[in-house]
């Protein structure tokens, strides 16, 4: 596979799985994606010296597990693949954020009681339940 293609095949991707998630290409430079200019070379195909941060900012802002940007450019993975790759890891994001804004919550209750702690206690094991469950091991480290 030539280098054109490779790039076509991870522009593809990036802007099928952008428009997927309903994203603008400047709300996911804001979610911690590559520069507006980057994300723009990126998306018209043309390849560049891209250092691996810019890969992994790419990745974590379109909800893909890490080396998802190198086995598009490998050849490895279609670009349809990569479309719906990590839906489970949102939801698993998703599931986490909230239980641990909840559990952050009830730790804020004054004055604390038993009960608090209690279900404090329970939240924290929720999550623990849930990031074991989660598909990629970058959700396992979530706090």
């Not at 593809?12 to 994606?33: M, P």
């Not at 200019?37 to 890969?55: D, K, M, S, V």
């Not at 080396?67 to 670009?79: I, S």
Request: aromatic fraction near 2%.
């Amino acid at each position: 596979m030539s280098m054109t293609e490779d790039w076509l095949a991870l522009a593809r991707a990036v802007t099928a799985r952008r428009t997927r998630l309903a994203l603008a290409k400047d709300q996911l430079v804001t979610r911690g994606g590559p520069t507006a200019a980057t994300l723009r070379l990126i998306e018209a195909g043309r390849g560049g010296n891209f250092h691996e941060q810019t890969y992994g900012r790419l990745e974590r802002a379109l909800k893909w597990r890490v080396g998802t940007c190198a086995a598009l450019l490998g050849g490895q993975l279609c670009p349809h693949q990569a479309v719906g790759a990590a839906a489970e890891d949102t939801v698993a994001l998703e599931i986490i954020s909230a239980v641990e804004a909840a559990r952050r919550a009830v730790l804020a209750i004054q004055p604390a009681s038993d009960l608090t702690v209690r279900a404090a206690r329970a939240l924290q094991k929720l999550v623990a339940q849930v990031q074991e469950q989660a598909p990629g091991p970058e959700n396992r480290r979530l706090r």
